[in-house]
């Protein structure tokens, strides 16, 4: 529970940016956005259907998968509705959506966590640091997000911790129900997999997109390429 907590309070990561004036983090949030982008799709698609594919048949796997992708859709049309009139939005949907797909992931990582700690002390440590060494880009790439979607710094830091330490209720139900959590946290990979791949696809690259300043677009499509890069060596690291 310990380390589970020390990784939660990785997503206090965004504190940093209250000491950037603000025209810079108006560009820095924008490159966030397409570092956040190839970070999600890097995950779903180099750490999270690999593992579940381990454990469950493909055809099941895909199933979660387009489940997540479908629920996604579906959570987006209803923050749509709750927070856009005639076209205007306070709050973007994404933002709800990250929230929502990163409190998933943060609880199997959770699971991950406390599953590698009932097997050995020594493992459990070496899975707490390779869950940080992501955590640290992803975190801020989401608080990123949470900020250039309409959030506040502070809300956004508040929010971000909230998704985070479902990570502790990963850990507790992994230790209560260590022999059943397996079959479940598979499915779990899946669904939040196609959680991902929507979030990247339908909303942060089409951002980019309707970028019109080329440098901005520019830089924003290179730390995409970037977080897919970084994804993949952290799953090279971590194995």
């Known amino acids: 529970m310990g380390a589970t907590l020390l ?29 956040s982008a190839g970070a999600l799709i890097g995950g779903a698609f180099f750490h999270l259907m690999p593992e579940a594919l381990e454990n469950f048949e493909a055809e099941q796997v895909f199933v979660y998968f387009v489940s997540g992708l479908v629920m996604f859709l579906i959570l987006e049309r209803f923050f749509h509705w709750r927070h856009c009139h005639e076209g205007v939005c306070e709050i ?44 640290i880009p992803q975190e801020l790439g989401d608080f990123g997000v949470l900020v250039y979607g309409g959030f506040s710094k502070t809300k956004a830091l508040f929010f971000n911790f909230l998704s985070a330490i479902t990570a502790l209720a990963g850990a507790l139900a992994a230790y209560l129900f260590a022999s059943r959590i397996e079959s479940i946290s598979s499915g779990l990979l899946a669904f939040t997999a196609g959680g991902f791949i929507y ?24 730390l995409f390429l970037a977080g897919l890069v970084f994804m993949w060596i952290a799953k090279e690291i971590s194995h």
């Open 7 to 35: 990784v939660s309070l990785i997503s206090f990561v965004g504190i940093i940016t209250f000491v950037i004036k603000e025209k810079l983090l108006d560009k820095i949030l924008f490159s966030l956005i397409g570092f």
């Open 92 to 135: 973007h949907a994404f933002t709800y959506l990250n929230l929502i797909g990163d409190g998933i992931h943060n609880f199997i990582d959770g699971v991950v966590i406390a599953v590698s700690f009932l097997i050995s002390v020594h493992l459990g440590v070496v899975t707490t640091l390779a869950v940080i060494f992501h955590e």
């Open 199 to 222: 979030i990247a696809s339908s909303d942060l690259i089409p951002e980019i997109h309707k970028q019109k300043d080329a440098k901005k677009a520019n830089l924003a499509f290179l």
